[in-house]
C-alpha cells in the first residue's frame, strides 16, 4: 500500500498552493498578475469554487492561476475535469446565433447602356481634336535621346569580395533521462518555454527529452523519480510529496 501514492490524487487546490509557494509566490501578486481578487485565489486552493460563479468561471480560473504559478493550465484544467466528473459539454452554435430577421438584399439593376454609350462617343470626339490641333508636335525627338543600357558600368579591374560564409551556429544540446519509481506529476519545457512533456509519468515508466540550451523540469513529488542529465545522475535531495522545480543546462566542455 505504501508505492500507491499518486500525484493525482492531489487536490487541484492543493497543486495551485504547491505550485505558488514554490515559485515563491504570494496570494496577492498571483491576483495582480491574474486580475482575480485574493478571496477567489484563496478558496480555490482550498478547492472551493463557490465565488466563482459556476464551473464555467472556476475553469478559467483555475487555468489563469495554473498559468502564473508555472503549471501547465491544459493539464491543470483537464486535471480539474477528471476531478469534477469530466469536462463540460460543448454548445451547439444552433443554440447560440439564431435568424431572427430576414436580410433584405437590393434588387440589382441592370447598366444604363445609353449613357455608356454617349460617354464613350464624347471621348472620341475630344480625341479626334487632339490628334487634329497637335499635328507635327506628336512627333517625338529620338535625336537628342541617349539609350540607358541596361547594364551597369563595373569598373575595370575592381576585385569581386566574396561574401563570407555564415558560421554555424554550435548547438548545445541537453539530455534529460526521467524514470518514476511511483506515479508523478512531471512537467519539461525548453529554453523557450515549448512543452517536452506534462502528464502523470507511471511507475516504472522512463522518458527522454532533447532540447538546446536549457530543459526546465517541474516534479510534483521529486522523491518519486531519478534523473539523469547529460548521462549523469543527478541527486534532488527531496521529502516524499515534495514539489521541485530544476533546470538543467548543456554539458561544460573540456578546456583545451
Keep these: 500500500m505504501g508505492e500507491a501514492f499518486v500525484v493525482q490524487e492531489q487536490s487541484i487546490g492543493a497543486m495551485l498552493a504547491a505550485a505558488r509557494q514554490a515559485a ?3 496570494v496577492e501578486q498571483v491576483s495582480s498578475a491574474t486580475r482575480i481578487r485574493e478571496a477567489i485565489i484563496q478558496s480555490l486552493e482550498q478547492d472551493d469554487g463557490s465565488q466563482c460563479g459556476g464551473d464555467f ?3 478559467g480560473h483555475v487555468k489563469a492561476v495554473a498559468k502564473a504559478v508555472g503549471l501547465d493550465p491544459e493539464a ?3 486535471l480539474y475535469d477528471q476531478q469534477h466528473g469530466g469536462a463540460p459539454r460543448p454548445v451547439a452554435a444552433s443554440a ?5 430577421k430576414k436580410i433584405n438584399v437590393p434588387e440589382r439593376r441592370g447598366p ?5 454609350l454617349g460617354v464613350a ?3 472620341v470626339v475630344v480625341f479626334g481634336m487632339m490628334r487634329v490641333l497637335g499635328g507635327a508636335s506628336d512627333q517625338v525627338r529620338t535625336a537628342d535621346v541617349q539609350v540607358a543600357s541596361a547594364r551597369p558600368k563595373v569598373p575595370p579591374n575592381m576585385p569581386i569580395e566574396p561574401r563570407p560564409a555564415a558560421a554555424k551556429a554550435v548547438k548545445r544540446m541537453v539530455t534529460v533521462e526521467i524514470k518514476a519509481k511511483r506515479s508523478s506529476y512531471v512537467q519539461a519545457h525548453d529554453a523557450m518555454g515549448r512543452k517536452l512533456f506534462s502528464g502523470t509519468l507511471k511507475a ?3 522518458d527522454t527529452w532533447s532540447a538546446e540550451d536549457k530543459v526546465n523540469v ?7 523519480v531519478t534523473l539523469q542529465v547529460n548521462g549523469k545522475k543527478v541527486k534532488l535531495d527531496a521529502g516524499r510529496g515534495e514539489l521541485v522545480r530544476r533546470s538543467f543546462g548543456p554539458p561544460k566542455t573540456a578546456a583545451r
Design 57 to 59: 468561471y472556476t475553469r
Design 218 to 224: 517541474l516534479l510534483a513529488d521529486a522523491s518519486a
Design 112 to 116: 444604363n447602356w445609353t449613357m455608356a
Design 76 to 78: 491543470t484544467v483537464h
Design 204 to 206: 516504472g515508466k522512463s
Design 121 to 123: 462617343l464624347a471621348i
Design 24 to 26: 515563491g509566490l504570494t
Design 96 to 100: 447560440v446565433f439564431q435568424a431572427d
